[in-house]
């Protein structure tokens, strides 16, 4: 089959990539010479696991190309999938700029019953905004569908591959036909749904993981009052087969590029629809004040953050990946450098990206090496659970002093033992201090 994807971000070319690694004919659409030249190239301007070699492997093999030619691309093209970015607007609605435009530079350019499916994540409703701008430059007839995405930053190409799902909100038989044997190699459960199902359906997922963050960062709180271990209440509630053990993740909050876009844009969605007293206002209230609030409780801990030096462990917004779009330390560095601490900040893939978002902040050393961070540290303050981070061995280090597990990754008992002063998040003041 011959498919276009329209933009070269992280959803874009991880789609493309996969798209093209089932033999499908695959074309890269992007308006940026730049990142269409890099790409053709085998080059991919992010990190994520995988990627790159599939991106190569199918370049090689002549099933992917990139281009910045709409007509090229999109003249014999059977599926065009719209991945383009849908950033919040100021009132936190979604921005369905880039949308609209690339609908209307494709619509001269389709062939008779060609898919144009949006990939973007886009609020209930959007097909209806954008039929019309095709169709006042379309000269043939052509099916809308809407085609959401369930990647994972860190471990994208694995959970393109192998979905959980796939959800095809169409209603068009000869559509839901083509999209159909597109993903069958997927080898998936295909579920087929109206288009604003499919839409709400996404936002939806990824409200309620970032609710379970939001539930267990609380109950983590009401723990740190009364001397409970979080993980111990997390084995509790585990068993009761509706809750589960999966993804409880007491922490600094959520972040990345769709959790908090995405239950900003459900709140304003929600108020667009004269239901604007909702859960997810309070949602994202909670986690964007979460951080500053611990930091806040720590800083009392330890006295004060004025002449500390605190190695912050972690600057992605999660493992596996150099994004740090709405990551925790974006918060946390500028907040001890403000308080006067000098931080000496690690990661092993973000320090590129880091140097981008902090500039050249007096007081901050960045590094790819773990023992550079720690040394003459006052505090380790351990972000993100990167496995070169959990598996360093803090027990060893010589002269220890106060450890924050960020994650809850670490065994506090070893590190109460070998010196630390372990601090965990909602593991109780009685047990670790």
Not at 5 to 28: R, W
Not at 56 to 62: A, H, K, V
Not at 324 to 332: D, L, Q, V
């Amino acid at each position: 089959m011959k498919v276009t994807v329209i933009g070269t971000g992280f959803v874009g070319v991880v789609t493309a990539a996969v798209l093209a690694s089932f033999k499908n004919d695959v074309v890269g659409l992007d308006i940026d010479p730049k990142k269409v030249e890099s790409l053709s190239q085998g080059k991919v301007p992010f990190f994520e696991p995988g990627l790159e070699d599939l991106l190569q492997q199918e370049l090689q093999n002549g099933q992917l190309t990139f281009t910045t030619d709409y007509a090229a691309a999109i003249t014999d093209a059977d599926v065009i999938l719209i991945a383009v970015g849908t950033p919040s607007a100021p009132d936190g609605n979604a921005d369905l700029t880039y949308v609209k435009k690339s609908a209307e530079a494709l619509a001269p350019h389709l062939k008779e019953g060609a898919v144009v499916a949006i990939k973007s994540t886009v609020p209930p409703g959007t097909l209806d905004v954008i039929r019309p701008i095709i169709e006042e430059k379309a000269t043939v007839d052509f099916v809308m569908a809407s085609l959401p995405e369930f990647l994972r930053e860190g471990s994208a190409v694995q959970d393109t591959l192998h979905p959980d799902r796939v959800v095809i909100g169409c209603t068009d038989p000869d559509g839901l036909a083509i999209l159909r044997e597109l993903h069958t190699p997927f080898h998936a459960p295909i579920i087929e749904v109206s288009p604003e199902s499919a839409q709400m359906g996404k936002y939806s997922a990824n409200a309620y993981l970032a609710t379970r963050i939001t539930f267990i960062n609380q109950i983590a709180d009401l723990c740190e009052k009364n001397g409970a271990d979080v993980n111990e209440v997390i084995k509790i509630i585990g068993q009761d087969n509706r809750i589960g053990t999966h993804y409880w993740y007491p922490g600094f909050g959520y972040g990345g590029s769709c959790f908090p876009k995405d239950v900003k844009e459900l709140a304003a969605y929600s108020r667009t629809v004269g239901f604007g007293s909702n859960l997810f206002n309070k949602i994202t209230e909670l986690n964007e004040d979460r951080i500053f609030e611990k930091l806040d409780q720590y800083e009392k801990r330890i006295g004060s953050w004025d002449d500390k030096t605190v190695a912050v462990l972690g600057l992605s917004f999660k493992p596996h990946t150099d994004d740090m779009r709405e990551a925790p330390s974006t918060k946390i560095v500028p907040h001890l450098l403000n308080k006067g601490a000098k931080v000496q900040a690690y990661d092993p893939m973000a320090l590129e990206m880091a140097e981008q978002v902090f500039g050249a902040a007096d007081g901050l050393q960045l590094t790819d090496d773990i023992t550079k961070a720690i040394a003459g540290a006052d505090v380790v303050l351990a972000v993100i659970e990167w496995p070169q981070i959990v598996e360093f061995d803090f027990a060893g280090v010589e002269k220890p002093t106060v450890f924050i597990d960020g994650r809850n990754q670490f065994d506090g008992e070893r590190l109460t033992a070998a010196g630390w002063q372990y601090i965990g998040m909602g593991t109780g003041d009685v047990a670790h201090v």
